[in-house]
């Protein structure tokens, strides 16, 4: 009884959290703040707890839709998947989610809206952790909706700034696009297999695949499109990079650690049906390999400092895709997005604390010489720089490689492209590291900036350390135990190594010594391949045109229709008013022939 | 009692007061009128005590007059319209002895209430009767009375140029009605309409074509009183120039009489069935093309009085529907509830159009601007009035074309009531112009300079329980449909 | 034709009722193409009477008891009656509109319309 | 006598009262709402506890008007009607409590709303097909004299048009009414709702096409079904802000009930034979309307036009609830997700327009425009009216959480599985441009909230007072109706108790 | 003989009645009416409905046509002014017309024994008057009162529409 509440406590909590600080928040900051750590914490509480305690833990369900017609049962009910996929999962949120939580408070001291900010954060911590343990695809569906509205609350958290109220708008109708997708396969494989719960699905999926393996592989590649728009790939993609107009531990938390992955997560929890589909996997492999390859190109020619990690986001997000779709286990895949969780997160929040330091200034070319200014916070996004970028030790070495190592055993041409790739990361994360941090101060800001406080430098502190020692097998493990491929040959280390050097010589080559602004620049690669642009043509010209037809069509073709008929009637009453002349003559007439029509009536045969 | 005293003792009473007014020049105008208002009431009461068994056919009516219950119900419809006509004719009588060449303030109104009488009788004449004979008198009594009505303020030219196309229009339907009878008599070789009604269900097919042919012109006739296409012309022309209260009873009563006479017609010639088919289909068509030139000329009226003739055009359009539903079997009580439901409404709303016309001068629509604000009982009274006519639920109206329309389906009249639907949306058009000008316009200056609407406290409670049982009667129907047979 | 044939000779129903046809069309022409209200009225009485003329026609060829059908013809009387009441009405009321706008003219009633 | 009538009543009496004196119709009106809101609330309490599911009819009564002819007023209230009659008397609650007030002629505003409130509440209490039409159009000129008298823009036009083509319209329905009553036999007339399908499934009312085809266009034209919809948008855009509530929010519905109700059990053959022509209209709804909702540049138009986009949905869940059985043999069942879904989405999206309504007529009155362009960071200047009109646009675009979620979901559902095992035949591409039809009124509903509440307050109200936040009671009132949403949203299975049971049991 | 004098008095008679509507002068249009009605009567004659005859002499040629007469000598009516040629209406007249005619033509020769001359009447010695009489005051007894109470309706409306002043 008590272990089967904890999973409701560990989801509810943070919904309560939001409503509380809703209702009662605007009353003080230390009232927000407290209440929404509060929830974070005891939700971690309730994730570690479960985790720890391990094996099966009957949840009890919650019937949100329940219908029996003519024998067919029809449940869509609120319940719990606690496995191995998800217990580690909700340990990963919901720490992440603390140390955010807790880094907030200083972040977001000087800012306005904080209550609804904690409202936001909690209001996500929920959804997220709705994801995390649903148990079935509708479930599922209701979460990764409600993740996207607290995505949208956070992105437009400056939201009278134009650029944060337009980017929240984007990322959701993106996000809805990808959405859009989802619900789609959610229905196809529901109807065909008659089943959305996630236990069910191994079974019947190979129903289904016996029958027209084709449905499935269509139903399972509009799945993916979820996937697609959740976590930014390639070809909606475009709204990550926007979103980082909210608030820096959302970027952090959202749009890096979490939320994105959700994606990922959901590929892995569908893992067992989409095994059955080579088609679907192809699919899913090409659109990482290009996305992962496409975002580090975009990356390398950022001015942002927040971009520049979006597009590495972005990347990395591409990386595990590939991960799905190469290997024989979702585990995989999963493993590099808890490092990526840890490592990125640790990224975005060193990022804010620089952001902080600097006075909200987010140009990398503004800045430099940082690491005399703010020391800790250059040793950690050094650690989280080496994390990313894939350098040994550090636990982005471990999860990448190994993806790769299934790539390259699987013999596909995605291979090269996430090979290529950890030369671009490692190429433009240094470049990053160096020029904040090194070189001359470009600015006044940079020659004022000071050391975030303590609140901020913790929860960076843990999760460096995190960065640092996750991937190490015997600590990574203790989360997650990923399938490493047989076989692997040894000069595949030697190649992936090899790209990471020769991306860091190049950073190193071109940006280390301080130079006042990018010596080298390529239009394309920083106007992000005109996708944006192309984007905006489209919404303006296509779709605002299409709109403005539709109105047009509808106001006065549609619409004409009644205008001319009740015009006509109009006119056709005055007319006949006319036959009112007035004269009695002309009445007389009309009297005689209406007796001639009357007898036309009766007396004609 | 006897029915036939019903008439008798209105005529007589119409005489009485004739006398006194004649002989007793001081005494006020306006008691004479209520005099007749209470002989009228009186004899209204007395229809309830009526027994048709007490009449002896043979010895005094040799079939000219019926008192069954199509005829009292008649009666009774018909009474309530003079009453209402004759406290309409009250507070007119100030307007209409402006047009006249008077001696003393209320001179020259007595006659017009001893005529409402009159013609009153005529009509009750007409419920009853079941001879051609006694058709074309009645029907004269009714005719002539309102050739002098219609033309009563003789000093007002709309009132006399409405009278004398009255008078034309009408003395050809009249000669078209005798044409008629003529040859109907000269077919059939009589004139009573049950005994026509059995002839024709075993005659020879060779007589059609006359027989045909005397329908036709009295049909003819018949449509100039119901004011049906094409023969409906003179009907906005007069409804507008003559005085409101006999407008009110020549839409109301005269339309409401001709149309007993009409079914009684029907009755008897659709006895044979080759006869009914054409019979029907032309009247099928004179009521689709009435429908459709009351409702669609009403549309850019801008008087009140004349929208509300085309308006009768219309309703008359409606109950014709109805008659050429005869097949279905129900469409009598159909006609007989929508003109009750027609008495309420019209009635009212001739009572404020009265009123408002009698403060503002004038009839048209621009005078009820901003009526809502000035005086909003008469306003809401309008409302309802207007409502009813349109045949919106919750009034009497909707009840009225609620049984019209499905006597018209159970006839398979389809395109007839495509027709109907087409004519109702017309009809919402130009009912809610009366309740735009009255709510939403703003009164024009020179209209809320002018003192606010005068009413009798009698006519005041005429308006009110017209409009009580119009909302009454609109959610019960009950208490009328008991009394259609 | 001789004279002993013409002697016997009468009118059949046909002549009368084409006869009081062709009166009554008269009639409506003397509606539809003059002017002056009085004509006017003149021609609706010749319609009227067209219609008297075809009654007593019936009357006498269809007889009932051997003499003419007395019904149709003592409706005949009322419609004489009735006809006489109402061009009295009808000429006061012209008298009484030639009072108020010294017209006759048909033309000139146009005032309520449309 | 049922409580029903009382319901009813006291909504009359308030109106006459307010009506009789101008003085106090404001105090009046705000009793009678909450009086109204409480009493229904109280009724649903004893109803919920003595049913034992929706498909009872509870305080039933009826009083016989013609007995000879059928004509007789029922009143009761089973489990979907009970929803209605939820919604029904909730945004009349909030259509008197959110609404600014008018500035002149208060009583004969108050009065003809509670006319209006009192027809719908009649509309959805009746079990009685031809009381049900009659309280519908009770609202017509309340609605036509509210409009021409309050309204704003091209108010008068549009006052007409609305009223007549809705006259228009439910004529063509009375004569579908007045089809199913005559094909009846002599002995067994009747309106009742139930006693109609009852009889139309024993086989004794056997009805020609025709009949079908006036109801379902008298219906579809009553809500709106494309190309029947053109007097909507302009009709809310123009309308005093309660009016377009209970208008949009409650009154519409009346031919979606009717069709689920009525047309949907009596003409099943049909339902199935016309349903491609009906998924191609709700395409029109869904799609064409979306995207000219997309092209509005005022928020009143873009909440009308929405309006109209929202009732594909629900006529997608009616299209598709007709299912023919697998193993053919021309009989159906009905499918409880569609309908469950439909009636889900009545409510919610009567709901989720009431909101945005409400908080439209409060930002006019303040702005005295709904100009996109003339608009921005209400937000910031007005917190609490940005947080609610957040709420309400999420809702009305189909967030999880609140009810319109739960409903489209249903919908989606029922409509993809009742077109047979067949991949990708007509009903799977109808809901598949119903789905993106919810990407289309995200667009829509974000670009409208981003372009009111979000960015910079534009020079002309920056330091003016004229842009003061909501107060208190209509916090309360919209709060009210952002709860049952949210109710809804996280716990549909609760309302399907009611809903399914009540659909099926016809 | 008898068809004849059908035929003199029935062509006189619409000859006059012609002139009705052709002549210009309201008197002589007038007096051709009175005319147009005696040969009416004499129609009448020939249809051996003497009373009816004499009836149309007296009220119709006498009375009403006097009083015809007498308002057009009481208001000083002039010739007609032709304003214009009103070829419009004499079209729709003459269409009018001769739709009515032939209408009336198809329905005279539908009728059983139309050509055929009247039977012989045998009237048992009553005269034509008194079966009117007793026809009139027994059966027709209602209608004629009704008949009465039209003429009192005349009486008053003429009084009411005509006299100077009301008191």
């Given at each position: ?605 | ?485 | ?70 019904d149709s013809q003592v409706f005949l009387f009322f419609i004489i009656t009735v006809a006489a009441a109402e061009v009295a009405i009808g000429l006061a009321i012209i008298v009484a509109l030639y009072r108020a706008k010294q017209t006759m003219h048909v033309e000139d009633l146009d005032s309520l319309r449309f | 006598m049922s409580p029903l009538v009382f ?500 | ?167």
């Amino acid at each position: 009884m008590m272990i089967a509440a904890i999973p409701w406590i560990l989801l509810l909590s943070p919904l309560v959290g939001c409503v509380l600080i809703l209702f009662f928040g605007r009353a003080s900051k230390l009232l927000s703040s407290g209440i929404g750590i509060f929830c974070a914490g005891l939700s971690l509480l309730c994730a570690w707890f479960l985790w720890l305690k391990g094996g099966v833990v009957e949840v009890p369900s919650f019937p949100w839709v329940d219908y029996t017609s003519f024998g067919k049962q029809f449940r869509i009910s609120i319940g719990f998947l606690l496995d191995d996929l998800s217990l580690p999962m909700l340990v990963v949120v919901t720490t992440v989610a603390f140390l955010v939580f807790i880094y907030s408070v200083g972040y977001m001291a000087q800012e306005e809206g904080y209550w609804r900010y904690f409202a936001g954060l909690c209001l996500f911590l929920f959804s997220m952790l709705g994801i995390v343990v649903a148990e079935n695809f509708v479930m599922m569906f209701l979460f990764w909706e409600l993740v996207g509205v607290s995505s949208y609350i956070l992105i437009g958290h400056y939201f009278r700034r134009d650029s944060a109220a337009d980017a929240a708008k984007q990322a959701f109708t993106v996000n809805r696009v990808g959405d859009f997708g989802f619900l789609l396969g959610i229905l196809l494989i529901w109807l065909y297999s008659g089943t959305f719960s996630f236990n069910d699905l191994k079974g019947k999926a190979q129903v289904i695949t016996d029958a027209a393996p084709w449905l499935l592989t269509t139903g399972l590649v509009l799945v993916f499109l979820g996937t697609v728009g959740k976590s930014a790939q390639f070809p909606l993609h475009v709204w990550l990079p926007n979103s980082m107009e909210g608030p820096t531990p959302v970027s952090s938390l959202l749009h890096a650690a979490t939320m994105v992955a959700a994606g990922v997560y959901m590929l892995a929890r569908i893992f067992p049906a989409l095994s059955l589909s080579p088609i679907a996997l192809e699919v899913v492999s090409w659109v990482g390999g290009i996305t992962c390859f496409l975002a580090a190109l975009m990356g390398t020619q950022q001015n942002d400092i927040k971009r520049i990690l979006a597009y590495s986001t972005i990347s990395q997000l591409g990386y595990m895709v590939i991960g799905i779709s190469v290997a024989t286990a979702s585990t995989v895949a999963v493993f590099h997005l808890f490092t990526h969780a840890f490592f990125k997160c640790l990224l975005f929040l060193c990022a804010g604390s620089v952001i902080v330091g600097m006075h909200h200034e987010q140009d990398i070319w503004k800045m430099g010489s940082l690491k005399n200014k703010m020391p800790l916070t250059f040793i950690m996004m050094g650690i989280g720089t080496f994390a990313l970028a894939g350098v040994p030790p550090f636990s982005g070495y471990f999860s990448k490689d190994l993806i790769l190592e299934w790539a390259w055993i699987k013999g596909t041409p995605v291979f090269w492209f996430g090979a290529i790739t950890i030369a671009l990361t490692t190429f433009y994360i240094f470049r990053l590291f160096f020029v904040v941090f090194l070189g001359p101060p470009r600015s006044d800001e940079a020659k004022h900036a000071q050391e975030s406080p303590r609140v901020m430098l913790l929860p960076m502190l843990i999760l460096s350390i995190l960065s640092l020692t996750v991937g190490w097998p015997f600590i990574g493990h203790f989360f997650i135990q990923p399938v490493h491929p047989e076989h692997v040959p040894l000069f595949l280390r030697f190649i992936l190594i090899g790209f990471l050097a020769v991306g860091a010589l190049v950073a190193y080559l071109l940006y280390a010594k301080g130079p006042l602004k990018d010596p080298i620049q390529v239009a394309v690669f920083e106007n992000r391949f005109y996708i944006d642009n192309f984007y905006d043509w489209l919404v303006k010209e296509i779709q605002g045109r299409f709109a403005g037809i539709c109105a047009f069509v509808d106001r006065w073709v549609v619409d004409g229709f009644v205008k001319i008929a009740s015009g006509c009637v109009w006119l056709f009453g005055f007319c006949l008013r006319m036959l009112q002349v007035g004269n009695i003559q002309a009445y007389a007439f009309y009297f005689g022939a209406g007796i001639l029509l009357i007898f036309f009536l009766l007396l004609s045969k | 009692m006897n029915p036939i005293l019903l008439e008798a003792v209105l005529v007589c009473y119409a005489f009485l007061l004739l006398l006194v007014e004649a002989f007793n020049s001081r005494m006020p105008r306006r008691y004479f009128g209520w005099a007749a208002v209470v002989g009228t009431t009186v004899v209204f009461f007395m229809t309830f005590f009526v027994d048709s068994s007490k009449m002896n056919p043979e010895a005094g009516y040799y079939g000219f007059y019926a008192a069954d219950t199509l005829a009292i119900l008649f009666k009774r419809f018909i009474l309530l319209v003079s009453v209402c006509v004759l406290i309409m004719a009250i507070e007119f009588a100030p307007v209409l002895v402006r047009y006249l060449p008077v001696e003393k303030p209320d001179a020259g109104s007595g006659e017009m209430y001893s005529l409402v009488l009159f013609a009153c009788a005529g009509m009750m004449w007409m419920a009853s009767a079941q001879n051609f004979v006694m058709i074309f008198v009645s029907v004269e009594l009714v005719t002539i009375t309102f050739y002098v009505m219609v033309a009563m303020m003789r000093g007002n030219r709309a009132s006399l140029e409405a009278g004398i196309k009255f008078l034309i229009l009408g003395a050809i339907a009249t000669s078209l009605n005798v044409y008629g009878i003529a040859w109907i008599f000269g077919t059939l070789g009589t004139t009573e309409l049950p005994e026509i009604g059995a002839i024709l269900q075993s005659i020879d097919s060779s007589l059609f074509p006359s027989l045909l042919f005397g329908f036709g012109l009295i049909f003819a006739g018949i449509s100039f009183k119901v004011a049906a296409f094409p023969f409906q012309f003179w009907v906005p022309d007069v409804y507008q120039g003559a005085p409101t209260p006999v407008t009110a009873f020549l839409s109301v009563g005269s339309k409401a009489s001709a149309f007993v006479v009409l079914m009684r017609v029907l009755e008897s010639m659709l006895s044979n069935s080759e006869l009914s088919s054409k019979i029907l289909f032309m009247l099928s068509l004179v009521a689709g093309v009435t429908i459709l030139m009351g409702n669609l000329s009403a549309i850019p009226q801008t008087n009140f009085k004349r929208l509300l003739a085309y308006s009768s055009i219309a309703h008359a359009g409606y109950l014709l529907m109805g008659a050429a539903s005869i097949v279905s079997g129900n469409s009598g009580p159909a006609i007989a509830y929508y003109l009750m439901a027609y008495l309420i409404s019209n009635m009212l709303a001739f009572g404020v159009l009265l009123v408002v016309g009698k403060s503002t001068g004038s009839d048209e629509l621009v005078h009820f601007n901003g009526l809502g604000k000035k005086s909003p009982w008469l306003a809401t009274a309008l409302t309802l009035a207007v409502l009813s006519l349109a045949g919106l639920p919750f009034t009497v109206g909707f009840f009225g074309k609620f049984f019209i329309f499905s006597s018209a389906l159970q006839a398979q009249q389809f395109i007839l009531v495509g027709i109907g639907i087409l004519g109702i949306g017309c009809g919402f058009y130009y009912y809610l112009k009366v309740i735009r000008a009255m709510f939403w316009l703003p009164a024009s200056k020179e209209q809320s300079i002018s003192s606010p609407i005068e009413i009798s406290k009698p006519y005041a409670v005429m308006l009110i329980l017209l409009s009580i049982s119009l909302i009454i009667f609109g959610v019960y129907p009950e208490p009328i449909f008991n009394l259609i047979p | 034709m001789d004279i002993a044939n013409f002697a016997e000779a009468s009118a059949t129903l046909g002549h009368y009722l084409i006869v009081s046809g062709l009166l009554f069309g008269i009639g409506l022409m003397a509606v539809l193409l003059r002017r002056n209200i009085i004509i006017l009225f003149m021609g609706v009485e010749m319609m009227l009477n067209a219609a008297n003329l075809s009654l007593v026609a019936f009357s006498r060829f269809h007889p009932v008891g051997g003499g003419p059908a007395v019904d149709s013809q003592v409706f005949l009387f009322f419609i004489i009656t009735v006809a006489a009441a109402e061009v009295a009405i009808g000429l006061a009321i012209i008298v009484a509109l030639y009072r108020a706008k010294q017209t006759m003219h048909v033309e000139d009633l146009d005032s309520l319309r449309f | 006598m049922s409580p029903l009538v009382f319901l009813i009543l006291l909504l009359i009496l308030t109106s006459i009262f307010c009506y009789l004196s101008p003085a106090s119709a404001r105090r009046t009106a705000f009793m009678g709402s909450a009086l109204q809101l409480i009493l229904f609330l109280s009724l649903l309490l004893i109803y919920l506890f003595r049913v034992e599911d929706g498909a009872e009819v509870f305080y039933g009564w009826k009083w016989e008007l013609l007995p000879e002819l059928g004509v007789v007023m029922g009143l009761g209230m089973d489990g979907f009607s009970a929803i209605m009659l939820l919604l029904a008397t909730l945004v009349t609650f909030a259509a008197v409590w959110a609404t600014p007030a008018p500035e002149r002629s208060v009583g004969f505003y108050y009065g003809n709303l509670f006319l209006i409130a009192a027809g719908v509440v009649g509309a959805f209490a009746s079990t009685d097909l031809l009381f049900f039409y009659l309280f519908h159009e009770l609202a017509l000129i309340p609605t036509f004299l509210m409009i021409g008298i309050w309204g704003t823009g091209d108010k008068h036009r549009v006052a007409w048009k609305v009223t007549i083509y809705l006259a228009l319209a439910s004529f063509v329905l009375l004569i579908g009414i007045l089809g199913l009553y005559i094909n009846l036999p002599e002995i067994s007339r009747t309106f009742g709702m139930r006693e109609l399908v009852d009889l139309a499934n024993s086989g004794v009312l056997q009805t020609p096409d025709w009949v079908f085809v006036m109801l379902f266009l008298g219906f579809g034209a009553l809500v709106s079904l494309f190309p029947f919809h053109t007097w909507a948008p302009g009709a809310y855009a123009c309308a005093p802000s309660s009016v377009a509530m209970l208008h949009a929010g409650v009154l519409k519905k009346f031919g979606l009930y009717g069709l689920l109700r009525v047309v949907l059990p009596i003409f099943p053959h049909e339902m199935q034979e016309y349903g491609h022509v009906l998924l191609i209209l709700i395409l029109g709804n869904i799609f064409f309307v979306g995207y000219a909702t997309m092209a509005q540049r005022r928020l009143d138009w873009m909440l009308g036009y929405s309006s109209v986009m929202h009732m594909g949905y629900i006529f997608l869940g009616i299209a598709s609830a007709m299912v023919p059985f697998a193993g053919g043999g021309g009989s159906y069942y009905l499918n409880p997700l569609s309908l469950g879904g439909a009636g889900i989405l009545m409510f919610a999206h009567g709901i989720s327009i009431a909101i945005l309504f409400a908080l439209s007529g409060q930002l006019r009155r303040r702005t005295a425009t709904l100009e996109f362009s003339e608009l921005g960071g209400m937000g910031k200047t007005m917190p609490a009216f940005g947080l609610l009109m957040g709420m309400g646009t999420f809702a009305s675009i189909g967030l999880p959480g609140f009810a319109n979620f739960s409903g489209e979901l249903l919908v989606f559902f029922g409509a993809f599985g009742s077109g047979g095992a067949q991949f990708l035949n007509f009903y799977q591409i109808a809901t598949a441009i119903a789905v993106w039809g919810v990407v289309v009124s995200a667009i829509y509903g974000l670009r409208a909230y981003r372009w009111t509440c979000f960015g910079e307050t534009p020079e002309r109200w920056v330091g003016s007072n004229e842009l003061v936040d909501l107060r208190g009671r209509e916090k309360f009132a919209i709060w009210i109706l952002v709860v049952f949403s949210l109710l809804v949203g996280f716990w549909p299975q609760g309302f399907l108790k009611l809903l399914i049971p009540a659909l099926l049991a016809q | 003989m008898q068809l004849a004098i059908f035929w003199i008095f029935s062509v006189l008679m619409l000859l006059f009645a012609g002139l009705v509507v052709v002549m210009r002068n309201p008197v002589a249009s007038a007096l051709s009416l009175v005319m147009c009605f005696i040969c009416l009567a004499g129609l009448y004659f020939t249809l051996d409905a003497f009373f009816i005859g004499i009836i149309q002499i007296l009220v119709y040629a006498g009375a009403v046509m006097v009083l015809f007469l007498f308002i057009i000598m009481l208001l000083n009516l002039k010739e007609e002014v032709a304003r214009r040629l009103k070829l419009s209406a004499f079209f729709g007249g003459g269409l009018v017309l001769c739709g009515f005619v032939y209408a009336m033509v198809k329905a005279v020769i539908n009728l059983p024994e139309v050509w055929q001359t009247a039977p012989k009447l045998e009237t048992g010695g009553i005269s034509d008057v008194a079966r009117i009489g007793f026809k009139l005051f027994e059966t027709y007894n209602m209608p004629l009162q009704i008949v009465g109470v039209i003429l009192l309706v005349a009486t008053i409306g003429v009084v009411f529409l005509s006299s100077r002043q009301l008191r």
